[in-house]
C-alpha cells in the first residue's frame, strides 16, 4: 500500500507532468488566427503567387525559408506540437516530402468537399486525381510537366520514326550510331536524381501506385532499367566530350535527346534553335507508352494542415495558388521564372498564346511558336492519360538499389531483389 | 528525524524536477500519443497504434533484431572484456594499453565505416558480422578498462590468501573475481545497451535509410517514420522499446542481485 507522503509526491508528479504536457495547448479550438504558409525562396511559382495574394489579404503570414531542408526541419518540430502553418507547400523535384508518408501520418486534411468543387473545364482533371493518396484527395496539384523528347524532322522522316513510340526509338537510334564515336546517339536531361524510376514513371509503370502498392514486376523492370542503362551510358559518354550540358550541344551532337524541363517554354526555344543553328525543324514527341498514353508529374502541390483552425482559408489560399497566371515566355532560366505547367485550363491556354503572339529572342533571332507548335501545345493536355507525384523516396531507394546494374558491378536480378525487400519494408513502416 | 527528512527532500528536489521535466514528462507525452489518431491534438485511439505496429512486419523486424543483436553483441562484447582483462597482468603499462584500446570508442564514424570499407565485399555479405566486428573493435577498450580497475581496487589479501590454498588464476578468477566483477558487469551491460544503440551512425553510413533485413533495427523505424512525420507511430513504438528495455535492465538487476546474494 501506499502511505500518504508517496501518494502526495505521485500526485505532485503527476500534476507536474500534466501542468508541462499542457503547455502547447496553444490557440482556443473556435480562434482562426492568421492564415500561414511557408515557401522557399527558389520556387518561383510560391513567391509571385503568394506575394499577390498577400497583398489582397493582408492577414496572411508568410515565413520564407532558403531550402527546403530548412523548411522541413522545422515543419518536422511543429507538426510533432500540433502545430505548423496552415497549408503546407511542396516542390517534388526538391522538398524531398514523401506525399504518401506524410498523408498515412494523418498531417494532412482531407480535401475531397473541397475539390469535389472544381469543375473539368476549369482545371485539368487527370492532373487533379493525382493529389489522391488511397482514395482521399489529400493533396492538390499546383503545377505539372511531361518529360518529352526532341529530334529533327528529316531525322525522323529518314529513319522512319515519325509514328513510332520514343521507347521504341531510343534502342534503335542507339543501335544506328553504335559505331560513331562522335556523335551521342541519345540523351535525357533527368532533372532528377532517380533517373531509373523516372523512367518507370514515363513508361507508365511507375513502381508503387497512389495507393502505396509495389506495381512493377519483374520483366517491366527490367525493360525500364535496361533503357535507363543506355541513357546514361550516353550521358557519360557525352560527358567526356566538348559538350557538357544538352543546352550547349543540341542538335549538332545528339541525335535524339530527352528532357524534363519546362515543355511549354522549351518547344519554343528547340524550335528556334533548330531553325537557326541547323535549318531544320524541331519534332517534339511525347513520351508515350506502349499503349499510347502519356503520365504528367506534378511538381508543385499543396496541403491544409490537418492542425489548421482555418481550413476555408487555407483551400481558398491552395486555389489562388492553382489559379495564378504565369508565363512562359522568357529568355533564359533564371529564379524568378515559373517553369512548370499550370493546373488552370485558362492559364495554360493564356500561356499558349503568348508563346504564338511573343517572339523570343535567341540566338540573336526573334522568333514566336509557329502554328504547327501552337497547336501542338493546345492539344496536349489531352494526350496526358495519367498523372502521379513522383515520391523522392521511393526513387531515393530505387535509385540506391539499381544503382550497381547501371556501373554493372551488379546483376539486375540481385539488384531487384534487392529492390523488392527494401520496398516492402519501406512499404510497411 | 521530519527535520533531516525534509533538508533530504529539499536536497533532492532540483532533480527530481530535472527528472519529470526532461524524462519522465517527455516519456509521460510519448505514452499519451501513443493512443491518438493525431499528433499535436489529442483524439482518442485507443490500441489502434500498437495494433498496427504490431501488424507492421518492419516494425517486427526491426524489434527482433534489435533486442536478438543487442543480447548477442553484448554478451560477445562483455565475454571478450572479461577475457582480455583476464589475459593482461596488472601492471601500469596494462592500464596505458588499455586506455589507448579506449580510444577506438572516440573514433569517428566515418572513419570506421571507411575501415570496413576496405574490407571486400564485407558489408555486402556479412552485415551482422561487420557490426559485431564495429561494436566489439569501439567498445572492448573502455570495457575492459573499466574491469581491469575494478580487479585492481580488490583487496590484494584475497588473492594471496586464495594462491596460499592452492588455487590458480583461473580458479580465482571463476570463484571469486567474477562475482566480485558482476555489479560492473551490470553497469557495463547497461553502457553497453547505449553504445549498442549508436551503431546507428555507422549503419547509416554504410547503408542508408534502408539497410538489409540482417541489421535493419529499431533506430532505422524510428529514423524513418520521424522523418515522415509519422509521430503516433514513433510514441507507440517508443513507448513498447521502453518498456522492453526496462523489462531487459530489471531482469539484468535482479539476477545480477541474486547471483551476487548467493555468492
Same mark, same amino acid.
Given at each position: 500500500m501506499l502511505n500518504g507522503r508517496t501518494k502526495a509526491a505521485g500526485a505532485f508528479l503527476l500534476?507536474?507532468?500534466?501542468?508541462?504536457?499542457?503547455?502547447?495547448?496553444?490557440?482556443?479550438?473556435?480562434?482562426?488566427g492568421p492564415l500561414t504558409v511557408y515557401r522557399v525562396e527558389s520556387d518561383a511559382l510560391y513567391m509571385s503567387a503568394l506575394d499577390t495574394y498577400q497583398k489582397e489579404n493582408p492577414d496572411l503570414e508568410i515565413k520564407t525559408f532558403p531550402t527546403y531542408q530548412e523548411m522541413k526541419d522545422q515543419l518536422n518540430t511543429e507538426l510533432m506540437s500540433g502545430k505548423g502553418p496552415d497549408v503546407l507547400l511542396y516542390n517534388s523535384l526538391y522538398s524531398e516530402s514523401d506525399p504518401l508518408k506524410l498523408a498515412d501520418s494523418g498531417a494532412f486534411l482531407s480535401l475531397d468537399e473541397y475539390v469535389k468543387g472544381l469543375s473539368d473545364d476549369e482545371y485539368f482533371g487527370t492532373i487533379l486525381e493525382a493529389g489522391k493518396i488511397g482514395g482521399t484527395q489529400y493533396l492538390?496539384?499546383?503545377s505539372w510537366n511531361v518529360p518529352?523528347?526532341?529530334t529533327s524532322q528529316s531525322l525522323a522522316k529518314e529513319q522512319n520514326y515519325l509514328d513510332q513510340i520514343v521507347f521504341d526509338i531510343l534502342p534503335a537510334?542507339?543501335?544506328?550510331?553504335?559505331?560513331?564515336?562522335?556523335?551521342?546517339?541519345?540523351?535525357?536531361?533527368?532533372?532528377?536524381?532517380?533517373?531509373?524510376?523516372?523512367?518507370?514513371?514515363?513508361?507508365?509503370?511507375?513502381?508503387?501506385?497512389?495507393n502505396g502498392e509495389i506495381t512493377i514486376d519483374q520483366e517491366s523492370f527490367r525493360h525500364v532499367a535496361e533503357l535507363t542503362k543506355l541513357l546514361v551510358e550516353s550521358n557519360s559518354k557525352i560527358n567526356a566530350q566538348k559538350y557538357?550540358?544538352?543546352?550547349?550541344?543540341?542538335?549538332?551532337?545528339?541525335?535524339?535527346?530527352l528532357e524534363n524541363y519546362s515543355f511549354m517554354h522549351n518547344l519554343r526555344f528547340y524550335q528556334v534553335v533548330f531553325h537557326t543553328a541547323f535549318n531544320e525543324d524541331v519534332m517534339m514527341y511525347p513520351i508515350q507508352q506502349p499503349d499510347g498514353g502519356v503520365t504528367a508529374q506534378v511538381i508543385n502541390y499543396g496541403a491544409v494542415n490537418a492542425n489548421s483552425r482555418n481550413p476555408d482559408?487555407?483551400?481558398?489560399?491552395?486555389?489562388?495558388?492553382?489559379?495564378?497566371?504565369?508565363?512562359?515566355?522568357?529568355?533564359?532560366?533564371?529564379?524568378?521564372n515559373i517553369y512548370y505547367t499550370p493546373i488552370n485550363v485558362s492559364a495554360y491556354e493564356e500561356c499558349v498564346k503568348e508563346l504564338f503572339l511573343q517572339r523570343a529572342k535567341i540566338k540573336n533571332t526573334r522568333e514566336a511558336l509557329n502554328e504547327e507548335n501552337s497547336e501542338i501545345l493546345r492539344a496536349f493536355p489531352e494526350k496526358v492519360t495519367s498523372a502521379l507525384i513522383p515520391n523522392p523516396s521511393v526513387g531515393a531507394l530505387v535509385q540506391d538499389c539499381m544503382d550497381p546494374y547501371l556501373t554493372g558491378d551488379k546483376d539486375f536480378e540481385s539488384c531487384y531483389q534487392e529492390l523488392m525487400s527494401k520496398l516492402a519494408l519501406y512499404l510497411d513502416e | 528525524m521530519k527535520n533531516i527528512q525534509r533538508k533530504q527532500l529539499a536536497f533532492l528536489l532540483p532533480s527530481l524536477l530535472g527528472l519529470t521535466a526532461f524524462f519522465l514528462v517527455p516519456l509521460f507525452y510519448c505514452f499519451v500519443f501513443s493512443a491518438s489518431r493525431t499528433f499535436g491534438r489529442?483524439?482518442?485511439?485507443?490500441?489502434?497504434?500498437?495494433?498496427?505496429?504490431? $501488424?507492421?512486419?518492419?516494425?517486427?523486424?526491426?524489434? $527482433?533484431?534489435?533486442?536478438?543483436?543487442?543480447? $548477442?553483441?553484448?554478451?560477445?562484447?562483455?565475454?571478450?572484456s572479461l577475457l582480455v582483462s583476464y589475459v593482461l597482468e596488472n601492471s601500469k603499462g596494462t592500464m596505458a594499453f588499455l586506455a589507448v584500446m579506449s580510444a577506438a570508442m572516440f573514433l569517428p564514424s566515418v572513419l570506421v565505416v571507411r575501415f570496413v570499407g576496405i574490407l571486400p565485399g564485407a558489408a555486402e555479405n556479412s552485415p551482422r558480422l561487420v557490426f559485431l566486428f564495429i561494436f566489439l573493435w569501439k567498445h572492448v577498450g573502455i570495457n575492459a578498462l573499466i574491469l581491469r580497475s575494478a580487479s585492481n581496487r580488490?583487496?590484494?589479501?584475497?588473492?594471496?590468501?586464495?594462491?596460499?590454498? $592452492?588455487?590458480g588464476k583461473g580458479a580465482f578468477f571463476r570463484h571469486v573475481e567474477f562475482f566480485y566483477l558482476l555489479p560492473y558487469l551490470k553497469f557495463l551491460f547497461i553502457f553497453d545497451t547505449t553504445c549498442f544503440f549508436k551503431l546507428f551512425r555507422e549503419s547509416y553510413l554504410l547503408y542508408g535509410l534502408y539497410p538489409p533485413d540482417g541489421v535493419y533495427m529499431i533506430q532505422n523505424f524510428f529514423f524513418n517514420n520521424f522523418e515522415n512525420a509519422n509521430y503516433q507511430r514513433l510514441s507507440s513504438g517508443g513507448t513498447i522499446a521502453v518498456v522492453t528495455l526496462f523489462a531487459v535492465n530489471l531482469l539484468v538487476y535482479k539476477v545480477g542481485e541474486k547471483r551476487e546474494i548467493a555468492q
Open positions: 500534476s507536474g507532468m500534466l501542468a508541462l504536457t499542457a503547455c502547447n495547448a496553444g490557440a482556443k479550438p473556435d480562434e482562426k492538390l496539384p499546383l518529352l523528347a526532341y537510334e542507339a543501335k544506328r550510331l553504335e559505331s560513331d564515336s562522335e556523335a551521342s546517339p541519345c540523351s535525357i536531361q533527368f532533372g532528377r536524381t532517380d533517373g531509373i524510376n523516372f523512367v518507370a514513371e514515363m513508361a507508365g509503370t511507375p513502381v508503387i501506385n497512389h557538357g550540358n544538352d543546352f550547349a550541344s543540341v542538335g549538332s551532337h545528339y541525335s535524339f535527346f482559408g487555407a483551400w481558398n489560399l491552395l486555389k489562388a495558388i492553382a489559379d495564378a497566371p504565369c508565363t512562359m515566355d522568357y529568355g533564359k532560366y533564371e529564379k524568378n | 489529442f483524439r482518442f485511439a485507443g490500441a489502434d497504434n500498437y495494433l498496427a505496429l504490431m $501488424g507492421s512486419k518492419a516494425f517486427r523486424l526491426a524489434y $527482433g533484431n534489435t533486442f536478438v543483436l543487442m543480447a $548477442g553483441y553484448i554478451a560477445a562484447l562483455l565475454i571478450l580488490m583487496d590484494p589479501a584475497w588473492r594471496e590468501a586464495a594462491m596460499i590454498d $592452492g588455487a
